[in-house]
């Protein structure tokens, strides 16, 4: 290979690079703008322009309180203020440029961790050299800071780790994240009757089609196909995506749901008619009946005599339109309902189904959520396996 030719193949490898990193840099962002839209959404904020796959660039505005706000977003690798406050002062002459007449220019920066005390760090820039601009600083683990008119609600703080500490493995959980939860439930959806799983029916040849069938970006299913395959979950010669070694992999399922999420238990201001009630409580808020209460929504159901209940996306925000007509329990108080914040809220809510107009969360999701309580759980798990899901994690082999 003479001088010119090795120039040419460096040159093509830098291209190639440059085009990975900003390929990556366009999907952080479209991810992240994805987790805004469903924060300002479960805040009760009219959302527009959340990003679809095909669109290399998108437009988020949120309208609430007579404000409207024309959202940009900048997403690095790292959490550092030298690497954020640089993506911030582009957010910021980005956002101010489209924002229209009566929208207030917002920018928001994130990265897959964000410290607390380099969000100060971002925040406090953002002050002193661009006070008119709205701002927020966010990240992939739950963190969010934000300074603007009615924004602080938004926020939402985790414990910092101690200096030096390792970074939480995620390695054993990544093939169940959110998305990908949703993902395992279209690829299973067609083996399952449907009204037990909402969800598109097809088969799929590659991440492409079952990215446009789930509504994912085209990189979040490629890279969710590509984890299947490297696991062995997925066939090598068929020529559709068709899922194998299910027993085990149901099994790492059920064990990645063994978590704790925020419960509140809650009492209606006037108990009467509970149970209209909680059709009300349904019908005006993101929110769906959960373990034994969907069960038998299902006609699945094994454990009676507990309070439902109900998936939401926030706790503060679990009794949309009514907020007046629930009331946190009091020491003692026996609940009459209980509100679960979704972990998984794109897999929880896109997979609900809805029998006799209540929503309720599909058969997959009750099966998982029910097996990581000791008392009952087990039992119920085990009858919707018997009754539904035998067939579907039998199909593999």
């Not at 640089?86 to 220019?105: I, T, Y």
């Not at 990265?111 to 600083?137: I, K, S």
């Not at 939480?168 to 169940?176: M, N, Y």
């Not at 109900?310 to 209980?338: F, K, Q």
């Amino acid at each position: 290979m003479n001088r010119n030719d090795r120039r040419l193949t460096r040159g093509c490898g830098s291209s190639i690079m440059a085009m990975r990193i900003s390929m990556a840099m366009i999907e952080r962002e479209r991810e992240l703008a994805l987790r805004l839209a469903d924060v300002f959404k479960d805040a009760g904020w009219n959302v527009e322009g959340a990003p679809r796959d095909g669109q290399p660039r998108f437009d988020l505005r949120v309208r609430r309180h007579g404000i409207v706000y024309a959202v940009e977003v900048k997403a690095g690798s790292e959490g550092r203020p030298d690497r954020l406050v640089p993506l911030l002062a582009q957010a910021v002459l980005q956002a101010a440029r489209r924002a229209e007449r009566g929208a207030v220019p917002l920018a928001v920066v994130g990265a897959p961790r964000v410290a607390p005390h380099a969000a100060r760090q971002v925040l406090d820039f953002a002050r002193e050299y661009a006070p008119r601009t709205a701002v927020g600083v966010v990240d992939f683990e739950g963190f969010r800071a934000f300074q603007g008119p009615h924004l602080e609600q938004l926020d939402a703080r985790l414990p910092e780790r101690p200096a030096g500490a390792e970074p939480p493995r995620r390695e054993a959980g990544h093939l169940f994240s959110d998305l990908n939860q949703w993902m395992l439930k279209v690829l299973l959806a067609p083996e399952l009757p449907e009204e037990m799983l909402s969800a598109p029916r097809g088969q799929y040849r590659n991440a492409s089609q079952l990215a446009h069938a789930a509504d994912v970006s085209v990189m979040s299913a490629f890279r969710f196909v590509r984890r299947l395959r490297d696991e062995g979950y997925l066939h090598e010669s068929a020529p559709h995506l068709r899922i194998v070694r299910r027993d085990h992999l149901f099994h790492r399922w059920q064990a990645s749901a063994l978590r704790s999420p925020e419960e509140a238990p809650m009492r209606f201001v006037l108990p009467v008619d509970a149970k209209a009630q909680l059709r009300t409580v349904l019908a005006g808020s993101r929110a769906c009946l959960a373990l034994y209460a969907a069960a038998d929504a299902l006609k699945l159901g094994h454990v009676e005599g507990l309070p439902p209940h109900v998936y939401v996306g926030r706790i503060r925000a679990a009794d949309g339109s009514s907020p007046r007509s629930l009331r946190p329990c009091a020491p003692g108080e026996v609940p009459h309902v209980i509100f679960r914040r979704a972990l998984t809220p794109r897999s929880v809510f896109r997979g609900m189904v809805r029998p006799a107009g209540v929503p309720a969360c599909d058969v997959l999701q009750v099966w998982l959520d029910v097996a990581a309580d000791p008392a009952r759980g087990r039992q119920q798990a085990d009858l919707i396996r018997r009754r539904v899901l035998q067939q579907v994690i039998a199909g593999g082999v």
